[in-house]
DNA sequence: CACTGAGTAAACAAGT
DNA sequence: GACTTGTTTACTCAGT
């Protein structure tokens, strides 16, 4: 320990973690596994979904459970090429394509980025899209008495992650640096009757559990995360997925239970839905938040099945849920990072959810100034679906008419050990919600979101970027008459 | 432009 | 003395 060592780095209250968990993933892009996937398959995925949903939550997937439910998760993930976009770890540079990957084809260019993207052979070359933070934080998961020692830490890492076997050895001070830095972890007295050798056994603060959980399932991981179609051409910054559910990616128990239809997304819905989401409008394309809470898949289900008891030709009549004023509060890994969000008290879709371009008009009724969007769908979960996008809109225009920076709104990793700040700097958003308007709860709503995010994912996001564009003025305009009427 | 998160490098001290 | 562990600082970069 250095003799410089504050006193209060490791005594430092921990309150301020608790309330505004941070992004710890930067964006991320992984392979495209599920590339032959048939719009008959895409078309049963709610079918499908609701027998997921109904797993997840009768094994009740509680915590980490689907992490330590199959090692060979991650070694899947480890070996599967999934890759970081991040430049300062992609080992490809800052042009997040592989320069191995072959190209796109120019029919398909962003089906062919998420092709090329998937690089069996290359897991060992590709950093693990997990921030140190998680990987420690999984090693210690991992393990039977929930404490390591850094070096088995090491290993951990190495063994799940061949990449850092042939990586600098800067990683392990990155790794030992996250321990003395992130408030999470904290050294365990040794056992006297344990001979670890030197060094502390590291575990986690339970006070900060649910924050790792937090940022290890907001990874992008899966072959349709946010990053996975970023087409060529689009700049690199990609939206962070906030995402409250476990890997879905190839490697997930979950997915190989359901066949691994949840990741069966048609070509198009890659396409366009990372279309829509360089366009901003989507800014994520989420995952499957098949939630270790019971609640949540719930949620989930419920909306699912109310959509299917009422069919396809009416899903106006869906009623979102109320919208929530901000959905960081409650879980803070926020998707501050989503340019664009929304939050809807009303979804208004035409009569029928699938005429030519799959595109719905979303109308934003809330404390906000509205902000109707025509949202091309893939699939007939559209209500569910537009009530997550509006949702993304509006917290996309509080997110604008507030603090600052981007990740987590300006709060500042409360978990960081000499980072810590006062709830004031932590929570700018809770400030700014408090000056702003008194807000019903929203726990349910938030789980109502996320069921909508994840009916969105599934369905499948479609987006045309020049009906998006050029459709949005006469959409206000159309929505406005009809609102009048 | 300022701020933040994350990664990295480096220095240093202490323990083995 | 070499190595490991732990802490801290500083810096860079991406994203907002």
Redesign the pocket.
Known sequence: ??????PS??AQSPSSGASAS??????YRQGDAATAASEAEAADLSLSLSASFSKAEDEELTSLSWLHESTDLLNSFSHSGLRS?????DPDG?HPRSPSSSSPSPDDPLLGDAHSAYDLAAGANR?PP?????LIFMAIEDAPNKRL???DI?GWILEHFPYFAN????????V??????NKCFK?VDKDRSQSI??????SIDPEYRHNLIQ?LKKTPYHPYSPGLATPPTS??????TFHHSPPLWSGSPLFRKNGGVLLQVPRGVIQNGARVRSQALF?VIRPLPVSPVGSRTSAIRSSLGDYLSRGQDSPSRYSPPPCSEDLQDDHTYST????SRLCSSQVAAPSSPLDDDDIIAVEIQSDVKPEPREIPLDSHVTTAAATYISQQALRGQR??SGA?????A?????W????A?GIS??LPLKKRRAAAVEKPPESDDEEMKEAAGSLLHLAGVRACLNNITNRTAKGQKEQKDALRN
């Open positions: 320990m250095g003799p410089t060592m504050p780095k490791k941070q992004g710890m993933s930067p964006p976009v991040s430049p300062l770890q800052q950093k997990y921030s140190f933070s998680c020692p850094v070096k090491y990586a600098p050895t800067g990683w392990k001070n990155s030992r640096h996250n321990l003395s830095l050294k050798g030197k060094g502390s056994l590291w940022a700049p690199p910054t990609l939206p962070q800014p501050a990072k989503s340019p997110r604008s600052g920076a981007g990740t987590l300006g709060s500042s990793l409360p960081t050990k000499n980072r700040r700097d932590t």
